[in-house]
């Protein structure tokens, strides 16, 4: 079958490598994809949010299904606008979308099917917000109901700092997204991230992830898009994985097809392990990314048929084969990322796949021949090992047979986990 990749990220490399190991697969397209995108993809323009044109490529170039990297589209409705054409898409419709695309949405839906989650106010105005400040203690969560680059959560510490950051919100800073913002109970615990795939009613566990979202080293600094993931997490055990799936995802997914919007798709589930059980922090309705890119490493068989019957709602029976190992990947990002990142370095990926780790591209771009940084996060140098200390290594030394001058990388990736290693082997 051919298929359509959207998105121009590593987690779209990813996505493009393992879909083009696919023996399903004929031919792989990418729109717009990236230069490491376009060793596995073909690379075309489409406006994706010009549906009727992306419709169009598909049925001249007999797109089987067309695979949606990034959340954008997908609250944008592109999904229904390409199944009502009868084109099977990867990625959920713009109502079961609501999952990321609306915070306060997906926190009523919590407090509907009993999924445990932060207690929470939605707020419409900023004296309402205010008013409810008083049924929280410090720190204060504040999160702009809609899509927000990543950048809609303020954690404020004290109530000066809250009344700033929702003036600032209802101001305008976060445009249409910060219109309602939710203001929730602040959760104790380690961070993991559990994946799924769903076709509205059979689910499949997909892996799981820890991520590393601060720029700097020790989780200090500020938020970012992540700067590297493992996986699996062993946090996340096998019991807990089974209270994930009981508790939090198939009640999402029972009372998403019960109310006539079924979720087909991956769910990505953002997890806070409190001494009190797992509880939801929030949805994605995508891969993580740079989570995408260690699942991805770990995967066994053939993506694009497993994405396929994911679409056409067949995935009863589907068993996907995960390696055993772990995944390490590291983000290398431009300097000044997450704020301005210096955007035009040169990069020299050097021997760094030589061995057994893969590179892949996120905010990379040609120019006269050469790579160069196009955006924040760069590349993503990833491996795989026996345990994360073993993975990291390897990681760490292709990351050091790469020549990007301009760019930087934390490395410490992985140390929650090493840490645990290390003593367990005392
Ligand atoms: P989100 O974009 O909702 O994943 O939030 C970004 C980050 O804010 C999360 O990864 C958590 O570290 C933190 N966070 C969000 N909600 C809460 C909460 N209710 N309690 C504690 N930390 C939170
Ligand atoms: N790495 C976090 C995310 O993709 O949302």
Redesign the pocket.
């Known amino acids: 079958m051919n298929v359509l990749l959207l998105g121009s990220g590593g987690r779209e490399h990813a996505l493009a490598w393992k879909l083009a190991q696919s023996p399903s697969l004929s031919r792989l397209y990418a729109a717009p994809g990236n230069p490491g995108i376009s060793e596995e993809a073909e690379c075309v323009t489409l406006d994706v949010n010009d549906h009727t044109k992306v419709a169009a490529f598909c049925r001249d170039k007999d797109i089987a299904l067309v695979v949606v990297g990034p959340e954008a589209p997908l609250v944008d409705g592109l999904a229904d606008s390409l199944r009502a054409e009868g084109i099977a898409v990867f990625g959920p419709s713009k109502a079961a979308a609501q999952l990321e695309g609306s ?1 306060g949405f997906t926190k009523d839906l919590c407090a509907r099917a009993g999924i445990p989650t ?1 207690g929470y106010v939605r707020t419409t105005s900023l004296d309402e917000a205010r008013a409810a400040l008083a049924r929280f203690e410090p720190p204060f ?1 504040l ?1 702009a109901d809609g899509l927000a680059a ?1 950048k ?2 303020v ?1 404020a510490d004290d109530i000066e700092a809250a009344e700033i950051a929702l003036a600032d919100m209802f101001g305008g800073q976060f445009g249409k997204a910060g219109a309602e913002v939710v203001i ?5 615990g380690e ?1 993991a991230s559990f994946f799924a795939l769903t076709d509205g009613t059979f689910i499949l566990p997909f892996g799981s992830a820890q991520d590393h ?1 601060r720029v700097g080293e020790g989780d200090v600094g500020p ?1 970012t898009g992540g700067m590297g993931a493992y996986s699996p997490a062993p946090v996340l055990t096998e019991e807990l994985e089974a209270r994930v799936i009981d508790e939090i995802i198939r009640p999402t997914v029972e009372t998403m097809a019960a109310d006539g919007t079924p979720y087909s798709g991956v769910l990505y589930a ?1 997890l ?1 392990l409190t001494d009190a059980g797992p509880k939801l ?2 949805y994605n309705c995508r891969f993580g990314d740079p989570e995408c890119q260690v699942l991805m490493m770990r995967l066994r068989g053939d993506l694009a048929a497993i994405m396929l019957a994911c679409a056409r709602g067949e995935l009863a029976g589907v068993r996907p084969d995960f390696a055993p190992e772990t995944a390490l990947t590291v983000v290398m990002a431009a300097k000044g990322y997450p704020g301005t990142p210096e955007k035009g370095g040169a990069i020299d990926l050097g021997e760094a796949e030589a061995g057994e780790a893969k590179v892949f591209h996120a905010g990379t771009a040609e120019k006269d021949g050469a790579l160069v940084a196009s955006g924040g996060r760069v590349l993503n140098v990833t491996a795989m090992g026996a345990n994360v200390t073993e993975a990291q290594r390897i990681a760490y030394e292709a990351v050091d047979t790469v020549s990007f001058p301009s760019g930087f990388c934390r490395r410490d990736i992985g140390w929650r986990e090493i840490e645990r290693e290390r003593r367990a082997g005392e």
């Open positions: 915070k932060a969560v999160k990543g809609g959560v954690i929730e109970e602040f959760m104790r961070e979202k938020n953002g806070m922090i929030e």
